[in-house]
């Protein structure tokens, strides 16, 4: 898929040369142009999708401030890079904290590709951040609405997207296969009953309208094969900052069961009806002074009596249930007392022992001249009606048993095991559970580990504390990923279920718990007061496991979503501490260069406190030099940009160069250095320059931590296939909790000892990168503060053949020539900078004329046609590059030889430099020698 890129820019050069840069550096990159306001403006309104916003500063009619509000209002997820010639450090900063991502100078344009892939990488990390923060909120409400059992699904419908996503158990509840459904209303619409669709879709619109936040309703579907079945839902609209509606999340619960029973019950009760009505109900006439009982035939056999009997009162007692007889009795007795109705419901044994219930009504009538009274009513069997209420009274006990679960769930916020804890306590008296056992994956995954349980002695835990996969019931419920259920465990034969006997355990169900595919673990329930489960409650207990999975899936989600916000500020700061060490580390330099200048303006520049001046300014030159270089060859490192030059070299020659380097910093501080080589030759295949700067960055780290006088100790031992080099030291040691990261950029134990000896904390950092492209690793070691350090390098060992022949070194330098007087034209924003080389040119002999911005520089050069011009790149209103191209376009100007002058060295540096039509490219800062050679190549022909 292509990176889409809007690009806001007015120089056509410009353009071209950034949409060349970024076909070879972003494949593949769809580039869209914008030249100016009204057309950027157009495209960032429209309809239409960028990964990447890039700019100039300065445009005619628009600026970068401007471009960057409207990027933010309209599109303020897409990365915002400014491109432009020339942005100061208080701009760039001020940029940055406005809303922009990055900026890249146009002289700099290597760094455009990388900063379009942080960008990219850093919105892909937010999106991913906000997809887990939305994921652990959608896993909320959905174990929120969670309200019933067994055959159950939940759907989330993303309005804006006209998008719907199901759970595989919803799809299961519709009779479809798992992944087939299409992700639309109108997929949800067609399987439902169409006078039922269009009721639910009226309530949904009333909702809507109204900023409703819950909905209940119940709908008929269609299953595939035709049948209907009946669902229950209840969801929860949620809607955006200005009422928007913006998803709708709900669980579909199957209660087809229940309303058959229901109708059932309707038929009964109309049955009732109907056959009071029709006379088909049992009739019975009670005389209870003396006893007798009169009954129809229907009246026996709804008591389990044969047509033929003769019952007597006496008898229709004997028969009623003895928990039942007592209440019965009474409510007889106190019907005719007060002459009130009677009615009741109770139980009756048959004469074969089978059980009914009945439901009769009387009513006491007085008798004939003061005669007493008698009962007279009906009896009816309701023994179907008795099942059917009581099953709905356990689908409602169990509705509110997982209620309570997921409220458990829901507020479980501590550790797993307090969450299964709080889970057991709330289910188990009502469900007469005895024993859990929770199981989670080791982390290779090779066997499953306890990590709560209950009911098992405390002593015996330990012995189930792990189990293979495949071992026992939980182990091979974890390697098939079914459900298993034990009964009659203590009679039971099977080898899975032996470890539990010992518990006292007779029933025993096993699920496993899963998110998607992956195996969160196991959770077991048992009893040790029946045999077997009843198919509700084992319905029960595997929508109790299913929520277990799903609360354990949100807290993974919060934890990695906690995770990554932490890693991404814990990296802010670091870059934050890094910046600030920068900005010190720079300063430190310029308070003596600065003393010295005034040093050398006090004493005229004579005399031996001026020449103490200049080589203190030397060194401190260097010093920024050194930290600027050390800063590049890292960033070269993690781009993957940095060549080595590899040779077949000796490890003598490596060592000798970097205690060379590290040797003033040793001395100075007054530490004895011990060097132990192999005493055969030892051959590398590697970079001399780099491998010497690995151990002097050792032996310079060791220094600069180990108080004065210390010893420093470098190794090195050939073992098979590899050359070892340690550097040991007395120095002030590292703390356990910084070794894992004592390679890490930017990264220092000590502040304080950081700041006393210099340095930007990337030396190691250099040393880990620079040794991993050799092919070879480096760890550190210490015992902790005060026992000094040892630091490791393994490296391939090359042949044992000596070398073929020596190469004598580049040297590199130049012989000055100091040529002829040359017209010179010096450009530069920096005016003290332009000054500095103006006087050098002029004491050298030349002619020297300046300007300092681009516009001022083509101006000059068509005033003076210099035959020289020295090109700072980066300048306000026109950078060097542009000015550059503008003189080559005039008449005159492919005589002058132009050489930019940049602090960038990159090739891609000098290729720019080369299309702007500069004939070289130096970087500051430019020797004397560097200097009077060019002007002795300078042919000028006007």
């Known amino acids: 898929m292509s990176t889409v890129i809007l690009h806001l820019e007015d120089s056509d050069l410009d353009a071209e040369l950034i949409a060349q840069r970024l076909s070879k550096a972003v494949a593949p990159a769809d580039l869209v142009r914008a030249r100016g306001r009204s057309e950027f403006l157009a495209l960032i309104t429209a309809d239409r999708a960028f990964d990447v916003i890039l700019s100039d500063y300065q445009l005619p009619d628009v600026d970068g401030l401007e471009a960057l509000e409207l990027s933010r209002t309209h599109r303020p997820d897409v990365p915002f890079i400014f491109v432009s010639g020339a942005i100061g450090e208080e701009l760039a900063v001020d940029l940055l904290k406005r809303g922009a991502t990055d900026y890249v100078l146009k002289h700099r344009l290597e760094r455009l590709a990388p900063a379009i892939g942080r960008a990219l990488a850093e919105a892909r990390e937010r999106t991913e951040r906000q997809r887990a923060e939305r994921a652990v909120r959608a896993a909320n409400e959905r174990l929120a609405l969670a309200q019933s059992a067994g055959r159950s699904g939940v759907f989330d419908w993303l309005i804006p997207e006209g998008r719907v996503v199901w759970s595989p158990e919803l799809e299961d509840l519709y009779g479809i296969p798992r992944g087939s459904f299409e992700q639309t209303y109108e997929a949800w619409e067609r399987r439902v009953v169409p006078e039922d669709a269009a009721a639910v879709g009226a309530l949904v619109r009333r909702c809507i309208d109204e900023r409703a936040e819950i909905a209940e309703y119940e709908f008929r579907v269609v299953l595939p094969d035709g049948r209907r079945k009946w669902i229950a839902a209840k969801a929860q609209f949620l809607f955006g900052p200005l009422g928007v509606p913006m998803r709708m999340v709900g669980i579909n619960i199957d209660i087809h069961e229940r309303k058959e029973i229901e109708q059932r019950l309707r038929r009964s009760e109309e049955g009732l009806r109907l056959a009071h009505e029709a006379g088909t109900l049992g009739a ?96 009816q069997d309701v023994s179907d009606q008795v099942r059917d209420e009581e099953a709905i009274r356990r689908q409602n006990e169990h509705l509110r048993l997982l209620a309570d679960a997921a409220e458990a769930l829901l507020a479980a916020d501590g550790s797993p095991e307090r969450m299964m804890r709080d889970l057991f306590a709330r289910v188990a008296e009502r469900l007469g559970l005895t024993h859990y056992f929770n199981y989670e994956p080791s982390e290779d995954g090779s066997e499953l580990v306890l990590l709560s349980c209950a009911g098992v002695p405390a002593a015996e835990v330990a012995g189930i504390r792990r189990l293979t996969l495949g071992q026992a019931v939980c182990g091979t419920v974890a390697l098939t990923r079914r459900p298993h259920v034990a009964t009659a465990v203590q009679t039971s034969a099977d080898p899975r279920v032996q470890l539990v006997k010992a518990y006292g355990i007779r029933a025993y169900a096993c699920s496993p718990l899963l998110a998607g595919d992956r195996l969160l673990g196991t959770l077991s329930f048992a009893t040790s007061t029946r045999d077997a489960f009843s198919d509700e409650d084992l319905n029960v207990l595997r929508t109790i496991c299913h929520y277990v999975a799903m609360a354990k899936e949100r807290h993974r989600l919060a934890a990695e979503a906690h995770d990554r916000a932490e890693r991404l500020k814990a990296e802010d700061r670091r870059k934050d501490e890094f910046l600030a060490l920068l900005a010190h580390e720079l300063r430190n330099p310029l308070a003596p260069l600065r003393h010295g200048l005034e040093v050398i303006r006090l004493t005229g520049g004579a005399g031996a406190p001026a020449e103490r001046a200049r080589d203190m300014m030397g060194r401190q030159l260097a010093h920024m030099v050194r930290l600027i270089d050390d800063l590049l060859d890292v960033s070269r490192i993690s781009q993957n940009k940095l060549h080595l030059q590899r040779t077949r070299l000796a490890l003598a020659d490596v060592m000798q160069s970097a205690v060379e380097t590290a040797r003033p910093l040793i001395d100075a501080a007054g530490h004895a250095l011990t060097v132990a080589l192999p005493r055969d030759p030892v051959f590398l295949d590697g970079d001399l320059t780099r491998l010497a700067q690995v151990f002097s960055n050792l032996l310079t780290n060791s220094a600069k931590y180990t108080p004065r006088g210390g010893r420093i100790a470098l190794d090195a031992v050939v073992r098979p296939g590899a050359l070892v080099v340690t550097v040991r030291d007395t120095g002030i040691g590292i703390p356990a909790s910084y070794l894992p990261r004592i390679f890490d950029m930017f990264s220092q134990a000590d502040r304080l000892v950081e700041r006393a000896t210099g340095g930007l904390g990337i030396g190691l950092a250099l040393v880990k990168g620079l040794v991993e492209m050799h092919g070879g690793k480096v760890e550190a070691r210490s015992d902790g503060p005060g026992t000094g350090s040892a630091f490791t390098v393994w490296l391939p060992l090359s042949g044992p053949e000596a070398p073929a022949g020596a190469v004598p070194a580049a040297d590199g330098a130049v012989p000055a ?57 980066g300048m306000p209103r026109l950078n060097g590059l542009d000015a550059a191209a503008r003189i080559r376009e005039r008449s005159w100007g492919r005589a002058p030889t132009i050489i930019a002058l940049t602090g960038w060295g990159q090739d891609s540096d000098r290729d720019r430099s080369r299309a702007a039509g500069c004939n070289g490219h130096l970087v500051k800062p430019v020797t004397l020698a560097d200097i009077e050679r060019l002007i002795g190549e300078v042919s000028f022909q006007p």
Do not use: Q
């Open 817 to 873: 020539v100091r040529g002829p007087k040359r017209r010179v034209l010096v450009v530069d924003d920096n005016r003290d900078a332009a000054e500095a080389l103006g006087l050098m040119l002029e004491l050298l002999g030349n002619e020297v004329h300046s300007a300092h911005d681009g516009l001022e520089a083509v101006e000059a050069a068509e005033r003076v046609r210099p035959e020289l011009i020295f090109m700072d790149v």
């Open 284 to 379: 019975w006439d009670l005389d209870p002074t003396t006893g007798h009982l009169t009954c129809s035939d229907v009246c026996k056999a709804n008591f389990g009596l044969a047509p033929h009997a003769a019952p007597s009162y006496a008898a229709l007692l004997a028969a009623i249930h003895p928990d039942d007889r007592t209440a019965v009795r009474a409510r007889i007795e106190r019907a005719l007392a007060t002459r009130e109705d009677y009615d009741a419901r109770y139980r009756v044994v048959g004469p074969d022992g089978a059980l009914r219930w009945v439901h009769v009504r009387g009513r006491a009538v007085n008798g004939h001249d003061g005669t007493p009274p008698r009962m007279t009513g009906v009896s």
